[in-house]
């Protein structure tokens, strides 16, 4: 057998090469609407409603690390990331199960205060917890969520359905998160240092000041779904053309919509929208905001299209912004900067696994975290220039 190394062919890739292996046979293809390739699976129901299946896995030192993330905002996250993908199928999540694989430093304490958070956030969107699975792991905690959610047939959206000329809509702000983690990730070097250097320190009295930047680091540690927003469009009757959250980054998720849907796109630079609060921290770090808008990514807004008449049903979702307009695909897919220039948004991208540099995020021996960034769903950029975009898909 020759060994094909996975960063060769990539997450997505890899995903393809998945998908043509686990092919659906024909008894099962008249229910299933929709399989591998979007947010969400689709599947009919014998009442002719939809139901959506989402799953996605949280581990260690790959998409989290404890020193900076507290169990209970854990627990919450890994719930709101997988709502937030049946949210981008327009449906109400509805079920979830959880799994969990437990290395031996982690306690019953530490597992019930994972499962608080969870527990507490699946309230808040209405969700029963269902069950799951629990086992040992020799690779530090692993988290794994499935979530099913239902939705009308005719509200259902897929990521394939935008036409040119139709509005490019996001929730929120972008950027935010990456903010968030640049702070803590900065926060984790000196906490590293500060117990090197007094060995004898009782860790748990070390305290952070961290009040100037809540704002961010809330938005990564305890990412919102925006089930307000699904509600909304239930609410006014609007089915968006196309929609996808965004856990890589608002430019990599163009991407899939554009593929999906075989259109072009032109977003604005000037039409992003980005808090101060990020902005502050982007010119702490000397980096671009927009950057961090376009790549990267664990926002969980949602990217969606709208026919432009449909545009008076949007307007009164106060937490929307229009950056741009699908085009034909022979437009390709740009960003109009601040001085009126168009960039080729396909030769820069938001996190992909298994490239070269995305295997050790939280590698102690090198902090660096811009090498090795991985968000939830794995938004990583490969090093400070890649994240201002170099880095092909
Ligand atoms: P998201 O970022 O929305 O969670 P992903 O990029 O993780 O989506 O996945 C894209 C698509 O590939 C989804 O339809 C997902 O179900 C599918 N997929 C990812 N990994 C696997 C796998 N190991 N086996 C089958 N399908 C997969
Ligand atoms: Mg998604």
Do not use: W
């Amino acid at each position: 057998m020759s060994f094909t190394r996975i960063s060769e062919i990539g997450e997505f890739g890899l995903i393809d090469r998945i998908a043509t292996l686990v092919q659906p046979t024909e008894s099962c293809l008249s229910r299933l609407k929709k399989g591998i390739g979007d947010d969400s699976a689709v599947i009919e129901l014998s009442n002719g409603k939809l139901q959506v299946v989402s799953t996605d896995l949280l581990i260690e030192q790959i998409h989290f690390d404890l020193l900076t993330t507290p169990l209970e905002h854990l627990g919450a996250k890994a719930v709101s990331v997988n709502v937030s993908d049946i949210c981008a199928m327009n449906a109400k999540p509805l079920y979830a199960t959880i799994s969990i694989g437990l290395a031996n430093n982690i306690s019953v304490e530490m597992v019930e205060q994972l499962y608080k958070g969870a527990a507490n956030v699946a309230k808040q969107y209405g969700i029963a917890i269902v069950g799951g699975d629990t086992s040992a792991s020799v690779t530090g905690l692993v988290i794994s969520v499935t979530i099913v959610g239902e939705v009308d047939a005719d509200k259902i959206t897929y990521r394939s359905g935008a036409k040119p000329g139709d509005l490019i809509c996001i929730t929120g702000d972008l950027g935010r998160s990456f903010a968030g983690l640049k702070v803590l990730m900065r926060e984790r070097q000196t906490m590293l240092e500060t117990f090197a250097e007094n060995p004898d320190m009782d860790k748990s009295t070390y305290k952070a000041d961290l009040s100037d930047y809540q704002k961010v680091i809330e938005k990564h540690l305890l990412p919102k779904a925006r089930v307000d927003a699904v509600k909304f469009f239930h609410e006014v009757g609007l089915v968006p053309t196309s929609m996808i959250d965004v856990s890589d980054g608002v430019g990599s998720e163009l991407k899939h919509l554009c593929r999906s849907s075989q259109t072009g796109a032109l977003i604005e630079e000037t039409k992003l929208p980005i808090l101060a609060e990020t902005r502050e921290v982007s010119d702490e770090f000397e980096d671009d905001a927009t950057t961090y808008a376009l790549f990267g990514g664990e926002d969980y807004e949602l990217l969606f299209t709208i026919s432009p008449t449909d545009l008076d049903k949007l307007s009164s979702f106060p937490d929307v912004h229009i950056i741009g307009k699908m085009l034909p695909q022979s437009a390709g897919i740009k960003l109009r900067d601040l001085f009126g220039t168009d960039i080729d948004l396909t030769k820069t991208s938001g996190f992909e696994h298994f490239t070269a540099s995305a295997e050790s995020t939280f590698s102690t021996e090198d902090n660096s975290y811009l090498h090795n960034h991985d968000g939830h769903n794995g938004h990583q950029a490969d090093d400070e220039n890649d994240l201002c975009g170099g880095r092909q898909n």
